[in-house]
């Protein structure tokens, strides 16, 4: 056995540290050698440096309940390791019990106060348990640590702007901005408050750095300055930025726009492939919702199709929990589905029948635990909601698992809402938006698959009309209201004033009075989106008028 594989956690390098887990580096190396690990914990459930290898590792294959389990069996053998505490919170973190997280950075940071990644994390978890004020204390302690750390600056950047105080953002963001003048985040936060002009200084600076070559996020600054000039109604040169954008985007993906296509292709055709009529009776699959106290709701469509706006009017009802965007859905479907069924979803689907109850029971409980903790702050909510938009992918899925349901489906003018997409720069893998023929397919694929769900399982999906609600709120929210069954209550008028995390694209919108001027925003680039209205109609038989 080689001198690393015994050396203290926080000593092997370049391969795992806090540094690392936290802030995302490459521990693919490490996890090569899981079965080693595994294979040690089994011999001896109390071997410390196998425990916490081992529970590192399941974090960076994102196995967060194992993760969690190595790292307290860890400390229950030695309760002084302040670097396992981080973890265990991070674990935590990810799983959604977010007070349980907290308190373990906590208990990391007492041991250990000199590491600034401990603040970064816990202020990212008080972030996303809505506690902004906290997690800006805390991140500035980070920042007193490391002053010149450019994470840190991008999450007290993104807390600010969600806190929706634009003053304490933009006084912070223009101290910082002399400092790092190219820093992607800032420029992005301070575009999306509009704090940015033309005419402005800093500006000028990224346009002359990305004329020169020497922009080193080339990509993240084309988006924002695409931003800058959309709000001058400069509609011209914002496009040609956001294209760029997405070029570059589409290049660093290693895509083209042709394996865009096939990619979607494939996608889609396996889900109908394997969502026969058949196929979606009932399985006898273990149910998550039995697990549950709260009734789920999931609010699915195409991003920017309006989820964060009905999340946000349902979550200003006293019986409704807003979670945001969860990744239980995908992550069951990707890893765990796939992992007992042979084969990668949605291909591994047709083999649903075969799927043993027993196979699939674990999967169920490890998808239940979470959503039983993210209502922990509201524990008399007798609603859930998750508004991750592709969960419009899983339908299948969630209908075996949360029978009891209720599904909202967001839908917009589709011009407007592929303009909207292609204005934003999604990170992962929603590389069907960088590109005016990807989007269109995509749409059209999106549009046919809903299509599939509400033939499989008629009346169970609920269409929220953006441009109703936004044109007339009070009669269409009313309507949204008595489909889940929920009494009316006249703080979903405005939501607006409803104070809770929001972390999507659309973190400034949700803190507004609801607005009806987003409808026809896609007319003031009609001669740009020429090309996407023709494919909408030659891939979907949609006429734009």
Known sequence: MDAATNAPINQITPDISARDVILGGDLSALAAREKEFASRVSEDGNDIDALNHLGVIKLYLGYYEPAKGMFMQSLRINPNQSDIYLYLGYAQHKIGDLEQAIACMNDSLRRNPEEFVGY????????????????????????????????????????????????????????????YPLHGDLLRVMAAAGALSPEDPRVARVEDALERGASPIEMHHSFTLGNVYHRAKQYDKAFEYFQRGGELSLKQANMTPARVNESVKQFFDGIEAAFTPENTEETGWPKATARMVSRPIFIVGEPRSGT?????????????????????????????????????????????????????????????????KRNVFKPDASYITDKLPNNFQYLGIIRQLF????????????????????????MGSLTHTYNLDNLAYHYARYLKVMALWKARYPGWIYDAEYEAITGNPEPEIRALLEHVGLPWEDAVLEPHKTKRDTRTASAAQVTEPIYSTSSGRWKKYEQQLQPLKEKLEEYAGITID
């Open 403 to 426: 029978p009891n349901a209720i599904v909202i489906h967001c839908h917009r003018n589709p011009m407007d809402n592929c303009l909207s997409m292609f204005q934003q720069h999604f």
């Open 120 to 179: 970064q994390a816990m202020g990212q978890a008080l972030f996303d348990r809505g506690l902004f004020e906290n997690a800006i204390k805390v991140l500035s302690l980070g920042e007193k640590l490391a002053p010149n750390e450019p994470t840190l600056i991008s999450v007290k950047s993104a807390v600010l702007l969600a806190a929706g105080d634009k003053e304490a953002l933009l006084e912070y963001c223009n101290e910082r901005i002399e400092q």
């Open 308 to 372: 964060s706006l009905v999340e946000q009017i349902l979550a200003s009802h006293s019986q409704v929990y807003g979670a945001g965007e969860l990744n239980y859905i995908p992550n069951f479907c990707r890893r765990d589905v796939t992992r007992v069924a042979g084969d990668v979803y949605p291909n591994c689907m047709s083999r649903w029948p075969e799927i043993s109850v027993d196979a699939v029971n674990d999967c169920v409980r490890e998808i239940a635990v979470p959503w039983l």
